[in-house]
């Protein structure tokens, strides 16, 4: 069982950085793989970016290749994801999730946090 709570998403403006945090309890943390994703209003939930239990892999969408960063500290049950140079079209609800399995697919994934509004001005 593990259980998520995101954090860190707030109100900024076009060309901002944040930083989501996301606080796991339960002993299994560090086997998991954790990934975030995001859901705009009227939009299904997207991929964002995956990191792997041991942090060897990582992988981006498309659309934040460049400007946003996964990390991981399992000594701290941590998760993180830095956005920087956000745009707009970044404003969604953000989760992060856990599953055994790295995978893409937000259908797959185990164990969801409650998410946290980005909210990106012009």
């Known amino acids: 069982q593990v259980e998520l709570v995101e954090s860190g998403g707030g109100l900024v403006q076009a060309g901002d950085s944040l930083r989501l945090s996301c606080a796991a309890s339960g002993r299994a943390f560090s086997s998991y793989a954790m990934g975030w994703f995001r859901q705009a209003p009227g939009k299904e939930r997207e991929f964002v970016a995956v990191?792997?239990?041991?942090?060897?892999?990582?992988q981006y969408a498309d659309f934040v290749k460049g400007r946003f960063t996964i990390s991981r500290d399992n000594a701290k049950n941590m998760v993180f994801l830095q956005m920087n140079s956000l745009k707009p079209e970044d404003t969604a609800v953000y989760y992060c999730?856990?599953?055994?399995?790295?995978?893409?697919?937000?259908?797959?994934?185990?164990?969801w946090g409650q998410g946290t509004q980005v909210t990106v001005s012009s």
């Open positions: 990191i792997s239990w041991n942090v060897a892999r990582t």
């Open positions: 999730a856990a599953d055994p399995i790295l995978t893409l697919r937000p259908g797959a994934y185990e164990y």
